[in-house]
């Protein structure tokens, strides 16, 4: 069965650092291309990274240069590292598996960042 | 502010039609694949469509996509009440070398 189960999100303080991980059954991540995607309170979906089977990443303007997307083959799992975070940040972030096409999802984590 | 634009909202009765446009540019919609998804409140979104027209397994035939230009089109028929959800519409956009959604649009079967 295919799943994606992310973790890692909670309450952070603007500037702050998290990791988000993504883990997945069901296939493998480095034979596929894997993207995260976000969506603040109410709000509609935000693209935020790909990660290429050859381990290209792009980043949406708004995170690079402060997000590092990566995986572990080994734990077939997915990781999204942020960095400087911003209270617009907040939302709930899923990890997806596609490039241009996203499916399945996983049910997402959600990211506070507040003081 | 959204690259690609889709209407807030959109309405029809039990048993209708209704069609959610998806507007963009030829960096985007022009020259790549268009995805739809359909997401309820509190819930992951779900894929719909993918390149433009296709269904994924287990998405009912009531559910269609098209592209014409820079623009795309979701369709839905026989519409029922658990079809009340948000709609999006996805692509790459090739100037920014990164995904992009619409705006979303809200779907209220009356």
């Known amino acids: 069965e295919v799943q994606l189960v992310e973790s890692g999100g909670g309450l952070i303080q603007p500037g702050g650092s998290l990791r988000l991980s993504c883990a997945v059954s069901?296939?493998?991540?480095?034979?596929?291309?894997m993207t995260w995607v976000r969506q603040a309170p109410g709000k509609g979906l935000e693209w935020v990274s790909v990660i290429y089977r050859d381990g290209t990443t792009y980043f949406a303007d708004s995170v690079k240069g402060r997000f590092t997307f990566s995986r572990d083959s080994s734990e077939n799992t997915l990781y999204l590292q942020m960095n400087s975070l911003r209270a617009e940040e907040t939302g709930v972030y899923y990890c997806a598996r596609g490039a241009s096409a996203y499916g399945p999802w996983g049910r997402g984590t959600l990211v506070i960042v507040s003081s | 502010q959204s690259v690609l634009t889709q209407p807030p909202s959109v309405s029809a009765a039990p048993g209708q039609k209704v069609t959610i446009s998806c507007s963009g540019s030829s960096s985007n919609i022009g020259n790549n694949y268009v995805s739809w998804y359909q997401q309820f409140p509190g819930t992951a979104p779900r894929l719909l469509i993918y390149?433009?027209?296709k269904r994924p397994s287990g998405i009912p035939d009531r559910f269609s996509g098209s592209k014409s230009g820079t623009s795309a089109t979701l369709g839905i028929t026989g519409l029922q009440t658990g079809d009340e959800a948000d709609y999006y519409c996805g692509t790459w956009d090739s100037s920014l070398s990164a995904g992009v959604f619409g705006g979303g649009t809200k779907l209220t079967v009356l």
């Open positions: 390149d433009n027209d």
């Open positions: 069901g296939f493998d991540v480095s034979s596929n291309y």
